[in-house]
């Protein structure tokens, strides 16, 4: 069993603020810089996983700094440089309360909500006899608000303007870049044999701009079906073969587990969490194109990061 880093406490020169998330712990530095730390945590129905997930956080460090750098000629960006493997050093930007979640087929949370009758997501209309993962005729974007414990909330568009969580002008720019960003990505997956089904992105706006921010086009925030069989899966009915944390998702379901009140926790054993992992490390390979190098300084995470971020402060000062 590989070490996985599933805590942070580090102590930077400049330091302002910590934000320990779900599962990225992000340090401010002067108030300008933020430094992305992604651990190898996992959450699933808004819990963390009582087991870290090897190289689980190299993973979406690497995977989000690529789709970062792939898509800067649509909208400018946070990322500064990446100098470990599991850290993103950016520009620190005040972000919107707002998660831009966009859709391109029926699946997941949706499908579950559809099938007890809903027919109505975020103010966006859904038509009835839908199947499940039937493609949408064009993408729906079905924003949340942004919780900093608990569950996200759906919101409409409308809403959000009405409420001032975003003016209308910042959310225009925010759906352009977002469905722009979606059909970058489904370019990208198609190259590479798979599907781009659903993701979410995060903005935030510095010196009057809007920026995307966070983590992009990663298994954490998105969700892939493989190109190959999806029209005759679907033609059947029959469950997609699929690249994201839904399949964690589907365990823990089948092991009694939503987080609802009286359930229990199922155990999280070394051979589950490596096999998580695999199936982590696949998608890398799959959606990049690229062999996955695994990060051989595994024995002391915490130490390696440390370092290398102070050297690459002391870079910049």
């Not at 979406?60 to 690529?66: E, G, P, S, T, V």
């Not at 898509?71 to 850290?87: E, F, G, M, R, S």
Request: glycine share 6%; aromatic share 10%; proline share 4%.
């Amino acid at each position: 069993m590989n070490n996985a880093l599933t805590k942070t406490e580090f102590k930077f020169e400049g330091q302002t603020a910590v934000y320990h998330g779900k599962v990225r712990d992000v340090y401010t530095i002067n108030d300008d810089l933020m430094v992305m730390v992604a651990t190898d945590r996992i959450s699933a129905f808004d819990v963390i996983l009582p087991k870290g997930i090897p190289f689980k956080g190299q993973v979406l460090n690497q995977i989000a700094a690529k789709f970062l750098d792939d898509t800067k000629d649509i909208c400018p960006n946070w990322k500064l440089a990446t100098p470990d493997p599991q850290v993103t050093v950016g520009l620190k930007c005040e972000g919107f309360r707002v998660e831009m979640i966009i859709r391109g087929i029926l699946t997941g949370s949706a499908w579950r909500d559809y099938q007890k009758g809903c027919r109505e997501i975020c103010g966006v209309k859904l038509p009835d006899g839908m199947r499940e993962n039937e493609r949408f005729p064009e993408p729906i974007i079905t924003p949340t608000t942004k919780a900093d414990e608990g569950h996200d909330l759906n919101i409409s568009k409308e809403e959000i303007i009405a409420q001032g969580i975003v003016s209308a002008e910042d959310y225009a720019v925010m759906e352009d870049y977002t469905r722009k960003l979606f059909a970058r990505g489904q370019e990208i997956a198609a190259k590479h044999g798979l599907i781009l089904v659903d993701t979410k992105y995060e903005f935030g706006k510095r010196d009057g701009k809007v920026y995307l921010i966070d983590e992009i086009h990663t298994p954490d925030s998105s969700r892939y079906f493989y190109a190959d069989g999806y029209e005759e899966k679907f033609a059947k009915g029959e469950p997609q073969k699929q690249l994201s944390k839904e399949f964690v998702r589907q365990w823990l379901i089948e092991h009694n587990f939503m987080n609802e009140p009286g359930q229990v926790m199922p155990e999280i054993t070394d051979e589950y969490a490596n096999s998580v992992s695999e199936r982590y490390i696949e998608l890398y390979e799959h959606i990049t194109g690229e062999k996955f190098d695994r990060s051989t300084d595994q024995s002391n995470i915490n130490a390696r990061i440390e370092n290398n971020v102070k050297a690459y402060l002391a870079s910049v000062k």
